[in-house]
């Protein structure tokens, strides 16, 4: 009898947990739509202002910009770099810059 039980408990346990895990998921729920904004919003903000301070502090390279097309600075060590989307500063070897179009 206590074999029958515990065969029904386990069956009743994986039943359970197979019916929680089918369920599916809304990717266009207003949070998630929320925190995507945020983060764009995040993003383009840390852009400018991290080009803002770059433009004030480290020079421009005029005739050369980086693979997208993106404005080239050269900081006080003498080391070449663009702003990403995301704010941060991708540094370049000095092969990798690309003339400006004109």
């Known amino acids: 009898m206590k074999n029958v039980i515990k065969v029904a408990l386990v069956a009743a346990g994986i039943f359970a947990f197979a019916?929680?895990?089918?369920?599916?998921?809304?990717?266009?729920?207003?949070?998630h739509k929320i925190g995507t904004t945020a983060k764009k919003v995040g993003n383009k903000t840390s852009q400018i202002a991290a080009s803002g301070a770059a433009a004030v502090v480290d020079k421009k390279y005029e005739g050369k910009c980086g693979p997208n097309?993106?404005?080239v600075y050269i900081n006080e060590h003498s080391h070449y770099y663009y702003i990403n989307k995301k704010g941060h500063r991708v540094y370049l070897k000095k092969s990798q810059l690309m003339d400006k179009k004109m």
């Open 19 to 31: 019916n929680s895990n089918a369920q599916t998921h809304k990717d266009s729920t207003l949070g």
């Open 69 to 71: 097309g993106q404005t």
